[in-house]
């Protein structure tokens, strides 16, 4: 698989005349060799991750899912409406969003039929933008600032859902939780990122609790990387709330989960959403302790399904962490070869029309057939996991949960 670093080094940046570029036999003459035809050996789409950098650990887990799919769809003869073609991913890595813009018009430049990532918010908003410029389609994985899909961009899709959607779920199911406990909890403290995912999270909750009858005591934000949590627990432990709501990546989440039990602070529950750790089964194996009980409103597979436990044994195979990342990417590369499939050519614009008629539901996820409205899948839902003992379960919706919650929950010591 090629390496953007590698190949595109000698090759000069597209003007703005490939903008205007129509039609496969114009596309040929403007340098895009994938739009060549049907007959292809080989469809490059590209797979842009922040695999270095503070999110490099979401973003090699990203790529590993989109890998682990391409090698499925290889081995099962490729892509049949193209004569079988074979996937061949492009690798560009995109630790921030600028990189990102710059990695977007070397995979034009190097003939990609779509872009697939890239994980971060703050990273989608910005190479979305730069793809519709070059007519790429692009569908995202995570991403889940909803302005990412509200911008008219018709080259943007996004696969999972969107925060708002995550969150009007998260505290609806927060609230059944509590009422089935007989109402323990009635007091919050928000921590959040400070980019535009956390804030954004954070904006919202504080706006959508009081209305299901919880009050916000405190609201923290942090940057990313941060590397010391006592003062915001700290505040945090003065404030004794029942709940407290994190919304943050990996390595935020795990340092403040550790914070917190060094500290002693027990509220009811810890009940992050989109928590970058509480959903990941690297922070449950290494931080057992501090992840006892945690719960989390996330994306995650559906395990019922054949192909989710085929999915599992191949990321086993691999010595893969199974994470959401691995699970929404591989997931993603299954929409995005079927559009391609079926739109039965390398042409841009008929895979993001091929894309828009999605109707897809062999994927690994717990949604229904995907759908795509202004570039949203409507299809996609969150789920409700909490972490007890080495597992993590599953436990809203109730139609697949594999566990009861368990709140309050008990201190830790």
Known sequence: MPNLGETMSKRPLATRRHVLAAGTAAAALMGFPALLGAQARTVKIGVLHPVTGGLSYSGIQGRHGAQIAIDEINAAGGLKGLGGAKIEPVLADAPSGPAGVAEVAKLNEAGV???????ASGIALPTTQEAARFGIPFLVDVGVVDQIVQRGLTNTFRFGP?????????????AAINDAAGKPAKTVFLVHEDGAFGGGMAKLMATELPKRGFEVVGTEAHPTPHRDFTNIVLKIKSANPDLVIPSNYLNEFVLFARTLRQQRVNPKAVYAVLGGGASNIKFVKEHNADAQHIMDVNHWFDPRKPQSQAFQRAVEAKGVDLTYEVMLNHACMHVLAEAIDRAGSTDRAKVTAALAASTFDRHIMPYGPTKFVNGQNEGAQAVNTQIVGQRIEVIFPRAFASAQPVFPVPPKS
Not at 113 to 119: K, L, S
Not at 162 to 174: C, S, V
Request: net charge neutral; charged share 10%; hydrophobic share 45%.
């Open 162 to 174: 969107g925060f708002g959607k995550i969150t009007g779920g998260a505290l609806d199911n927060l």
């Open 113 to 119: 039929v779509a872009i697939q990532g890239p994980f």
